[in-house]
């Protein structure tokens, strides 16, 4: 049994209850145990763009209470993810900047070492778990479905930090697909962002950019979509119908969390993996119930 | 100071030039003397199209010590943080940690910032997150809370004051 600091950060523990909820479901399967890390705050990530001082305590303090109770930290979101490696490995080549965060972590008691590990959901389950243990478990594999990857800026880019995967050609996601049964493969979008990071700003540009990564995977025949990163499923799950309003198109391409998926393969209850929550109609596919069927 | 002060200056600002080298070497880092202008950053840059970015020209107006321009400008905050720029880039420079260097001596220096990263960062002071939890809608546009869902409650510091404090001070340090 392996245990993790649940490190959530803050879009899926405030709305993006989808995910945490396939989250708790499917890693125990794994003998994974989720420990809650109920002192946490956000990241600091967004904060970079106001102060980066404020950024690295923030991640600090994070990782600071994972170091407190000597386990591991898993971050199911990739801008959290990023931004916690970053300042880990910042702090590691600045040890005066480590001091500093350290004299304000002091005022609660907390320490910043530097030796907690960090996962993501994508090197999480392909590289901890492995694929084999992911084929063992699938009880109904979704063999009818091709769908495409979105893996999220964030989970590849940049290399000059530790990334779950490769930054131009990342393939794990396609991998762990693969290995429940789903079919799927390149297309030219992959990479696009879906604009999520600038919404709160620039609403209008964001959708668009959500609305049009959607639309290219529906016409490119796609049964549906497979996000790992809260903000892209945001985009484009949740505000599926407001990017086809801002894009002018009809987009009904069904988006689902690759750990919904894998619960689904699992044969795990379809009610206790969130899937109610998603706006995208992906009770269009046959192996998914629909709201009443769940109810 | 601005781009038209500075070309149209007959006597080199002295006071103005050193506060400009000051500026750069806080940035020294990042900043591009390496750029050569190929533009592949711009080419990649996921907020070209719509909000007009160009990180190529970021660089080469630091470069040229147009800090002050820039930390005045609303491109800065049109970055989709993507980071595409200092992946492609063939000299391994960075324009999206010049774009986060820039609007961080924006905020240092008291101007304007968009509305939605005040907002967060408020939010972030007051109780540790960027939102507070909503109430959602499933498909059948019915509402859902984290407790309806058995989701246990949303993590929060339990001295958040304190927290509080700490953050607030935080905000006034500089990383360089």
Redesign the interface.
Same mark, same amino acid.
């Given at each position: 049994m392996k245990e993790l600091g649940l490190y959530l950060g803050c879009v899926i523990p405030t709305e993006q209850y989808g995910y945490e909820m396939s989250i708790r479901e499917v890693l125990p399967k794994f003998d994974i145990e989720l420990v809650d890390l109920e002192e946490s705050t956000c990241c600091g990530a967004p904060l970079r763009n106001v102060n980066m001082f404020t950024t690295m305590y923030l991640s600090a303090r994070n990782m600071a209470l994972c170091e407190k109770k000597g386990i591991d930290l898993y971050a199911p979101c990739p801008i959290c993810h990023l931004g916690l490696t970053e300042a880990k490995e910042s702090l590691e080549e600045n040890p005066e900047l480590k001091d500093k965060i350290n004299s304000k972590l002091e005022e609660e008691d907390l320490q910043y070492e530097g030796s907690t590990e960090l996962y993501h959901t994508l090197d999480l389950l392909h590289d901890e778990i492995g694929l084999d243990e992911i084929e063992d478990q699938v009880e109904e594999p979704l063999d009818d479905l091709t769908f495409a990857a979105h893996y999220g800026c964030n989970t590849i880019r940049p290399n000059d930090l530790d990334r779950p995967d490769d930054s131009e050609n990342p393939q794990k996601l396609e991998e762990l697909m693969e290995t429940i049964g789903i079919g799927t493969e390149d297309y030219p979008e992959k990479l696009d962002c879906c604009g999520g990071q600038v919404i709160s700003d620039h609403n209008e540009s964001a959708l668009t950019k959500a609305g049009e990564k959607i639309e290219a995977v529906q016409d490119q025949g796609f049964d549906g979509l497979s996000t790992i990163c809260p903000w892209g499923h945001r985009m484009l799950d949740s505000k599926q119908d407001s990017a086809a309003d801002t894009i002018g198109e009809s987009l009904d391409l069904p988006v689902m969390y690759y750990i919904q998926l894998l619960g689904v393969a699992m044969g795990i209850e379809q009610s206790r993996l969130g899937l109610e929550l998603n706006l995208s109609p992906v009770d269009n596919l046959e192996a998914i119930e629909s709201i009443e069927e769940a109810e | 100071m601005s781009l038209i002060d500075l070309t149209s200056m007959a006597e080199p600002d002295e006071e103005e030039q050193e506060k400009i080298e000051e500026t750069l070497e806080g940035l020294k880092e990042d900043i591009p003397d390496l750029c050569y202008q190929c533009g592949k950053c711009t080419s990649g840059c996921? #907020?070209f199209i719509?909000?007009e970015l160009e990180p190529h020209s970021i660089m080469g107006k630091s470069k040229a010590g147009f800090i002050d321009e820039l930390v005045n400008s609303d491109e800065i905050?049109?970055?989709?943080?993507?980071?595409?720029c200092?992946?492609r880039c063939p000299q391994d420079l960075?324009p999206?940690r010049v774009i986060?260097?820039l609007?961080?001596l924006a905020?240092?220096a008291g101007k304007e910032?968009?509305?939605?990263?005040q907002?967060?960062?408020q939010s972030?002071l007051g109780n540790?997150?960027?939102?507070?939890?909503?109430e959602?809608?499933? *498909?059948?546009n019915e509402t *859902?809370k *984290?407790e309806d869902?058995d989701?246990?409650p949303?993590?929060?510091?339990?001295?958040m004051d304190?927290?509080q404090q700490?953050?607030m001070? #935080?905000?006034q340090?500089?990383?360089r």
């Open positions: - | 996921e #907020a719509l909000l905050w049109t970055c989709m943080q993507c980071f595409k200092q992946e960075s999206v986060f260097a609007k961080n905020v240092a910032i968009p509305s939605g990263y907002k967060m960062l972030v540790g997150l960027i939102q507070q939890p909503k959602v809608l499933n *498909r059948a *859902r *984290r869902l989701l246990p949303v993590p929060e510091p339990e001295d304190k927290v700490i953050l001070k #935080a905000t340090e500089k990383l």
